[in-house]
Nanobody
Framework: QVQLVESGGGLAQAGDSLRLSCAAS????????MGWFRQAPGKEREFVAA????????NYGNSVKGRFAISRDNVKNTLYLQMNSLKPEDTAVYYC?????????????????WGQGTQVTVSS
């Protein structure tokens, strides 16, 4: 059974940094893209970032470009999201996702597996 487990969320102040992790188990995600999405209360799920297996292809949402960085450790089967210069509008539940394809799509329906999410709250 495939599991994606996020960690690293929590409380932060505006301007702080946090690093999210997503540990994958139950299936090798070799040649598979992975990504991060987020959902704030009352809003639709929003694309944050994604990257290919090799890390050579990446996509970022416009609202996080230049502040967030996605990376992965394929030996550890772990995906990361380094979040810098956090803003209150970054407050959301952050979800890790994985797809059979190696294309780092911005579309949520592209992804086959999802984690349970980790809460990030940024105060002003």
């Amino acid at each position: 059974q495939v599991q994606l487990v996020e960690s690293g969320g929590g409380l932060a102040q505006a301007g702080d940094s946090l690093r999210l992790s997503c540990a994958a188990s139950g299936r090798t995600f070799r040649a598979s893209a992975m990504g991060w999405f987020r959902q704030a209360p009352g809003k639709e799920r929003e694309f944050v970032a994604a990257l290919s297996w090799s890390g050579e292809a990446t996509n970022y949402g416009n609202s996080v470009k230049g502040r967030f960085a996605i990376s992965r450790d394929n030996v550890k089967n772990t995906l990361y999201l380094q979040m810098n210069s956090l803003k209150p509008e970054d407050t959301a539940v952050y979800y890790c996702a994985a797809t059979y394809s190696d294309y780092p799509s911005v579309r949520a329906d592209w992804y086959d597996y999802w984690g349970q999410g980790t809460q990030v709250t940024v105060s002003s």
